[in-house]
């Protein structure tokens, strides 16, 4: 095996063997899985959690309530005919996910309305305040029209009819487009940093630990950098899989028993509004059951538009831009005499990144505006920011400004691991200084 | 006497610091040669530019009368002053993966980690980390790590330093059946005694410049001054007497009743013989010889010549 090779060797199983590695391949996954299906959960709570059971004297507020998807964590059913207050103050007073609400006679026409709450356990905050919110909206509707019951249903029915949009022609759904651009863009951030430091850290554990002597004088020391900078890179690429992979497995998994879970509890929870009218709750059901999972369908069919992107051009990225910031941390990590130094110093080189990455949330807002541009083809921006813009471009019309950022990526990664190796050939070797601006230049010209 | 290694010229500079003066000497094949000299000499800088860590400024060296380049590192170890390890790599994954550095198949380097590993009984050591390891026992996993890969040429700065006197003993012993199996050991060193008992050549080197240089008897020869040191049964009166102009006493000490240790110095180029000759008519003689001056003696009495030559410059 060649030098090189055996120094990536090294870098890489010492990395992949350690316990920490190990964990986060297991846990990462999970992790994601959790992130991406925590919204669903919370959806689901949503649907299942409070009743409101009303009592409406006025005869109009608590059917138009009850036709109301308020897309909150109440339900409003209309009591039952038979059922008088008392009695369901007796039936329902132990029942903490039950709210009886009273709404007087004169609620529409006195200034200062009131309704009456009866709960055993204290609602939530929240909870009160959407009661109070729906009713308003309600009342202020009723005092503005003046009209009738059968009129207003039919006009609720108008103006609260959701509007539908049919997106064509544009590829990839753009909401997914949203959730690709911020991810990726995220994602290549956080493996450039992390992998980046762990260069640094590898580094000035060589130098601090003294055996670097030994082994440069082995090996030249810029075979000894490329062997430690690919050897990382590869447990960057290798943890990255691990965790792609097992997140799809996993979310693939969990999500498919969810999907279940959810639709169940979903249509249960409609089902329960049957006390007030059959017609529209089945309607309701078959546009909101289903919601969620049509919604993850799509994104995954769209998703299969974004292969090229993901699996090739992003992944070029993430090596031109780890290749060019590892060459910064590798030469840093030679100049600084303890990891502790270097690491509170690493700012001036992790500043581009990150300003990158604000750049790259911007890019949803105008992914074409010229600082979205620039920024993806400016090298120390451009591995973040383009693939932030990659869902947003058509890569028929648009491939000269990947091959543009990518041309210009290579050629910087190419000029700043040259200067790495000339800067870490001298800093390595030098203790007790911290090395002025004008040292290292001189350092640089030597080393020639 | 074929040398091993040629130093011609090396001159080596950081920034406007001049390092190392136009060095030139030669390393005997299959000797231990002592490079000696005070912090700050230059002793460093030159071991680095022998293993290649470093480039001389100026001047070449040759390895086996061929310039030296990276492919010759394979025919080097070198074990530095400041010493380091992987601290938390596996004294075998260590040892193996230096011996590979240094070009030796695993085959190879597994056979000769386990042959060291034996040799020094420390076989159950292969799974322990560098850190769970004291200082000496580290120190010896660096010694094999320096000498694994069968290196011709053997570079050692200051290699007892953290060692018991058990311990630097067995790496005496193994220097010396180094050298026996004809490997040129370079020694840098402030242990003067240690010197005096393994080297074979020395050269001292002073303010980046050598000062003196050559195989070490000779040198301790060409520095002796005449002075010898003779204990005999006897009275003092008549031993003083009986020198005469040939002799003259430094210092006398009484080591008991009737035994005296006298030194005395040739004042002209009378030796021992005739010293013998002088005395023995006047005091039974237990024994006699020449005072050697001993290599901590010549290398404190050279940086002092050096500096004061450099001062008066």
Redesign the interface.
């Known amino acids: 095996?060649s030098?090189v090779g055996?120094?990536i060797k090294?870098e890489y199983f010492?990395r992949i063997k350690k316990r920490s590695f190990v964990l986060v391949c297991l846990l990462a996954p999970l992790f994601l899985t959790l992130s991406i299906l925590a919204p669903i959960w919370i959806n689901k709570s949503n649907y299942e959690e409070t009743i409101v059971m009303i009592f409406d004297e006025t005869t109009i507020i608590g059917d138009i309530l009850a036709l109301k998807k308020s897309g909150t964590n109440l339900k409003y059913i209309s009591a039952p005919e038979n059922l008088k207050l008392d009695e369901a103050i007796e039936k329902y007073d132990n029942i903490a996910d039950t709210i009886i609400l009273r709404i007087p006679d004169n609620f529409i026409k006195n200034t200062a309305p009131l309704v009456e709450v009866f709960n055993k356990n204290a609602p939530g905050l929240y909870s009160i305040n959407k009661i109070k919110s729906d009713l308003y909206d309600i009342r202020k509707k009723l005092i503005v029209y003046s009209t009738i019951k059968f009129d207003l249903e039919q006009f609720e029915r108008r103006m609260n009819s959701p509007v539908g949009v049919v997106f064509q022609g544009q590829g990839i759904h753009p909401q997914l487009k949203f959730y690709l651009s911020l991810s990726g863009a995220f994602v290549l951030y956080l493996l450039i940093m992390i992998y980046g430091v762990q260069v640094l850290r590898g580094i000035s554990?060589?130098k601090n630990?003294?055996?670097?002597?030994?082994?440069?004088?082995?090996?030249?020391p810029s075979t000894l950098l490329k062997g430690k900078i690919i050897g990382i890179g590869l447990v960057g690429i290798t943890q990255f899989v691990i965790v792609f992979s097992l997140t799809i497995a996993t979310f693939s998994t969990i999500y498919k028993s969810l999907d279940i879970q959810t639709s169940d509890i979903l249509y249960n929870n409609l089902l329960m509004i049957n006390e007030k009218g059959e017609q529209v709750i089945e309607e309701q059901a078959k546009i909101n059951t289903p919601i969620m999972h049509q919604t993850i369908q799509e994104y995954l069919i769209h998703l299969q538009d974004y292969i090229p992107e993901i699996l090739i051009i992003t992944p070029i990225l993430f090596i031109g831009g780890y290749l060019l910031y590892a060459s910064f941390f590798a030469a840093f990590g030679s100049v600084m005499d303890s990891e502790s130094d270097s690491q509170s110093l690493i700012f001036p080189i992790t500043l581009p990144i990150v300003i990158s990455l604000f750049i790259a949330y911007n890019v949803i807002n105008n992914p074409n505006s010229a600082l979205s541009f620039w920024a993806s083809i400016f090298p120390l921006s451009s591995p973040v920011v383009m693939t932030a813009r990659l869902p947003f471009l058509e890569l028929q019309t648009d491939w000269w400004q990947i091959v543009l950022s990518i041309s210009l990526l290579a050629l910087s990664t190419w000029a700043s691991i040259k200067f790495a190796a000339r800067i870490y050939r001298t800093g390595i070797?030098i203790y007790g200084q911290k090395p002025s601006l004008k040292t290292i230049c001189?350092w640089y010209k030597q080393s020639k | 006497m074929k040398s091993a290694i040629k130093i011609n010229q090396v001159n080596k500079y950081f920034?406007t610091f001049h390092v190392l003066k136009n060095i030139q000497f030669n390393i005997p094949k299959g000797q231990i040669f002592g490079l000696l000299g005070p912090n700050g000499a230059g002793k460093t800088t030159l071991l680095?530019i022998l293993?290649?860590?470093?480039k001389a400024d100026e001047g070449t060296i040759e390895y086996n009368d061929e310039i030296l380049t990276?492919q010759h590192?394979i025919k080097?170890g070198?074990l530095?002053e400041?010493?380091?390890?992987?601290?938390?790599?596996k004294v075998e994954?260590q040892l193996l993966?230096?011996a590979?550095?240094?070009g030796l198949s695993l085959t190879e380097a597994k056979e000769n980690m386990n042959f060291w590993l034996d040799k020094f009984e420390i076989s159950n050591w292969k799974n322990k980390t560098i850190n769970s390891l004291s200082k000496g026992m580290a120190q010896k996993i660096q010694f094999i790590?320096t000498v694994i890969h069968q290196p011709e040429i053997i570079i050692l700065d200051e290699p007892f330093s953290g060692f018991d006197p058990i311990n630097t003993n067995l790496i005496k012993q193994e220097i010396l059946r180094l050298k026996n199996e004809k490997k040129t050991i370079i020694y840098s060193t402030h242990n003067m005694d240690s010197v005096d008992e393994i080297c074979d050549h020395i050269a001292i080197i002073n303010k980046g410049e050598i000062i003196l240089k050559g195989k070490l008897q000779t040198i301790k020869e060409k520095k002796a001054e005449n002075i010898f040191e003779i204990v005999f049964n006897g009275n003092m009166i008549s031993f003083s007497n009986a020198l005469w102009t040939a002799f003259t006493l430094i210092t006398s000490e009484d080591l008991g009743p009737n035994k005296i240790k006298a030194t005395v110095k040739s004042t002209g180029e009378a030796h021992i013989n005739e010293l013998i000759i002088q005395v023995m008519q006047s005091c039974k003689i237990i024994s006699v010889q020449e005072k050697i001056p001993s290599i901590n003696e010549i290398f404190l009495s050279e940086i002092k010549n050096h500096l004061s030559k450099l001062n008066h410059e």
Not at chain 1, 211 to 219: C, D, H, L, P, R
């Open positions: 095996m030098k055996l120094i090294r010492t554990e060589e630990s003294r055996i670097i002597e030994i082994i440069i004088s082995s090996v030249h070797l001189k | 920034d680095r293993n290649q860590i470093t990276p590192s080097i070198y530095p400041e010493r380091g390890l992987y601290k938390k790599m994954e993966y230096l590979q550095l240094k790590a």
